[in-house]
């Protein structure tokens, strides 16, 4: 074991124990844009929209979770299960409000609504809850720290891909196993066609967001939970980052937003972790990442070729 | 009739600079503020509206070529003193540490880097069609802003430059407005900008008709830099500071406003709105700052004028999405047609 | 001289091939038919000479230079012109404006000239005009020039489209369903103005039609597809005649004529 960890720091100039840690922190920070991204890319399926309020409305979750502990003195678990509840609500305000008036209307505006909405949101949160950050309720049994060999490693670090995986199997059952799922996969192949076929197109785009937005706001808490500072800007950067990692994965393809986070949270962390001069560029990486991406591969990893019609 | 025309064009210019020279001889340094901004915004408002008005590409790169503008502006007209005051942490890089030149070249060499860049960005992300062509301009923005975060010698990172000679005043913000109005206005009516409004109207049709789908969007988008380049350095020259943070997506999505509220794709509509929003803009100020009603002190809620900025840009989405102005603009055709009380001869050829 | 030589074209989709072992030859002056029924791979054939799609196999050369995998506007700019199935006119843009567009890709002045009006661009812009307005008179829309592309009737827009691609200087003109939804009278005059244009502008037509009646009444020759294979090739009246084209497509015909 000696040896392997001294031929290893002799190749990555890293030791080993170092390198697990940024490997398990990769994972997990995967895990939160993973659950994101499916957000994004389950919208984007449907609407083909770049929903931009997505991030918004992960920040909102925080602040929901928030005061049910602070203010309304919840236990901890009632007050997450709220938040998440009224984050797939707000989800589902947001498709009504702002996107169901112009789902026929030219593809720019839908975009700008979503721009329009997503600042709302964000002033909104300004305005309601103030703009100094505020202290996310810290959970003892879920941000304690366990002691592995040299290594102190806090429980969250895994709690979170557990958490990831479990929503993610219940996702892929809901999808390819029951009627709503059915439903969801039919109207992502072609709203309107669906729509004429009895699929009641409204309820299903409804749901798409309350589910995508349910998830993001698991993925919300537990971001809170890890880096527990909340504040009215907090969404944007971890959206725009799942957002890439949808991309990456292939947008509109549930695993491929998966992977795609995975990839982005741990490429991220690691290239901090082995070239930390760099980490003043470490917001931009993700964004080189993508343009490389959709250069390359615009549909993604796991994507395929869509011809337009002449 | 067309030498009339030239001649109430000259004399609307010449009302507009009596205009500017009693709002100079009269008007406190609050208001001049306001009016200076108002001229920035219609140039900030028309380069974006070149670019995602007429030609139809959604791009959200803003931001990004402004912050370009005005850090070479900035840094081309700071003087030494104020440079070395600056840059405490790191000194800056030679040989810029003493490198000024006048102001207008500064503006032109912040436009030009803006230019270049937007060339530079434009050759691979105008491959990309709609939604990806937003994402990956609003990417290369923030690398921009990353980017600045980051070279200290060179923008002094996060602290920002401080102290940038106030050069900007209304003769040079409505004087460049004026050019930005006649350049793009007689770029868009060229044949130029007849190919940039077919790529708007159909992609497939106007490559189909001959015209490099690819050329043509990196003009577009490279006038449009550049432009945003100079007024990028006509507000940091304004302001007198600027630091990455200033740069963020809300300044792009301030612009977007001007030119979803004017039209996409109406010169005039930029105009208007780009005078509304910023008189508007400080006008709603009193939203958040307290008031004192009598006795009473409303105490003001900060944020609440973003608030109704945002929700007014989703209403005019969702129930105006034409804008002011649509496509139409004004001109003096339409305006002796508005007196002579009947529509605008159709087919008439403008002589 | 050959014009325009399509060799063994083949369009392959994923799985599914639209177009197969396609051949043409189109002579100087002449009109060609290609019919066929609808799904059977007309339109790629169309977008594959025009740079739409680049052929799977094969290769498609234009006065003897091999055009395969040119772009769309690169084929346009050395005469290839064409209209489309569904119009796809600059719908918001004035009638002339439409005209003028496609004269764009001749002028010679910069974007700098142009914005700065210099004398070269004032030139070229008057010609263009000019040419523009002679054009638009000789189709009969000289008096719509001010309105809205997307206001004309449904036959002046098709004209348009046709005024359009004229517009670009072609030699080869390529038509997809120019009567489609027209009346008989309508089709009637469509059939004579294509003629009239071939002799006019010089040029060789190549065109998709289900109206039997344009087809047989200007058509030096005709192809027949029928699911992305050519089932026959020859004179109206040897396509008239052919055992297989009145099996697989004439059949059906009386729905279309």
Known sequence: MMNFNAVFMYLTGMDLGTFLQHLTNGISLGSLYALVAIGYTMVYGTLRLINFAHGDVFMMTTYFAFYGVSTFMMPWYVSFILAIILTGALGMLLEKWAYRPLRDAPKISIMISAIGASFLLENLAVVLFGGRPKAFPSVKILTDSIQLGSVSIQKLTFVIPIVTVIFLVGLLYLINHTKTGMAMRAVAKDYETAGIMGVNVNLTISQTFAIGSMLAAVGAIMWGLKFPQIAPLMGVMPGLKAFIAAVIGGIGNIKGAVIGGFILGIGEIMIVGFLPSLSGYRDAFAFIFLIVILLFKPTGITGEKIAEKV | MKQKKTLLTLIAILILFVFVFIADQTLDSYKMRILNLCAIYVILGLSMNLINGFTGLFSLGHAGFMAVGAYTTAILTMPDIVKTQNFFMTPMMKPLDTLHVPFFLALLAGGILAGVVGYLIGAPALRLRGDYLAIATLGFAEIIRVVFTNTQSITNGALGLKGIPVSTNIWWTFGLALVTVLIIGSLINSSYGRAFKAIREDEIAAESMGINLFKHKVIAFTIGAFFAGIGGGLLGSLLGTIDPLMFRFFLTFNVLLIIILGGMGSITGTIISAIIITIGGEALRFLDESMTIGSLVIPGISGMRMVVFSALLMIVVIFFNHGIMGTKEFTWDGLFAKFAKKPLAKGGNKQ | ?257
């Open chain 3, 1 to 257: 001289m050959k014009l325009l030589k399509v060799e063994n074209v083949s369009m392959i989709f994923g799985g599914l091939t639209a177009v197969k072992e396609f051949n043409l030859e189109l002579n100087q002056g002449e009109i060609v038919a290609l019919i066929g029924p609808n799904g059977a791979g007309k339109t790629t054939a169309f977008n594959v000479i025009t740079g739409v799609y680049t052929p799977t196999i094969g290769h498609v050369s234009y006065k003897e230079k091999n055009i395969t995998g040119q772009r769309p506007d690169q084929i346009t700019k050395q005469g290839i012109a064409r209209t489309f199935q569904n119009i796809r006119l600059f719908k918001d843009l004035s009638v002339l404006d439409n005209v003028l567009i496609a004269n764009h890709l001749h002028l010679k002045s910069n974007f700098l000239e142009a914005t700065f009006k210099l004398p070269r661009y004032r030139r070229e812009e008057k010609q263009i005009l000019e040419k523009s307005l002679n054009l638009l008179e000789k189709v009969g829309l000289k008096d719509a020039q001010g309105e809205k592309a997307s206001s004309l009737p449904y036959g002046k827009q098709r004209r348009l489209e046709i005024a359009r691609a004229l517009a670009t200087n072609p030699t080869i003109l390529l038509l997809d369903e120019p009567a489609a939804g027209m009346n008989p009278k309508e089709t009637d005059d469509l059939t004579e103005f294509i003629r009239q244009i071939r002799d006019d502008f010089k040029l060789s037509i190549f065109m998709i039609e289900h109206h039997m009646q344009v087809v047989m009444g200007i058509s030096d020759r005709i192809i027949v597809f029928d699911y992305g294979v050519t089932i026959a090739e020859g004179n109206p009246y040897e396509i008239q005649n052919n055992q297989k084209v009145i099996e697989a497509y004439l059949g059906v015909a009386e729905d279309y004529a």
